[in-house]
Nanobody
């Protein structure tokens, strides 16, 4: 069955870094666009970043540009989100999402908590 398993969340001080990972299985990973979303307490889930199927193109939410970097390894069926210069407003549950090019198939992970606090 399809699985997306996030890891790497935790508690970090402002200005710190975390690296999130998402391990995929059960589908042809290299043919799917991958995204990261996040949901802060009391807020709607928001898109954070997208990476193309080859990994050659990335797009980011304006508020994370220059601080977050998304990458993928198609050989290992994994996607990562390197988060630097973290701010308290980055606190949220971060979710990994996979979408086929036609958007007919969409899969979500269970999420990993990121807390930025002094």
């Amino acid at each position: 069955q399809v699985q997306l398993v996030e890891s790497g969340g935790g508690v970090v001080q402002p200005g710190g870094s975390l690296r999130l990972s998402c391990a995929a299985s059960g589908f042809t990973f290299s043919t799917y666009f991958m995204m990261w979303y996040r949901q802060a307490p009391g807020k709607e889930r928001e898109w954070v970043a997208t990476i193309s199927r080859s990994g050659g193109t990335t797009n980011y939410l304006d508020s994370v540009k220059g601080r977050f970097t998304m990458s993928r390894d198609n050989a290992k069926s994994t996607v990562s989100l390197q988060m630097n210069s973290l701010k308290p407003e980055d606190t949220a549950v971060y979710y990994c999402k996979a979408a086929s090019s036609s958007r007919d198939n969409v899969y979500w992970g269970q999420g990993t908590q990121v807390t930025v606090s002094s």
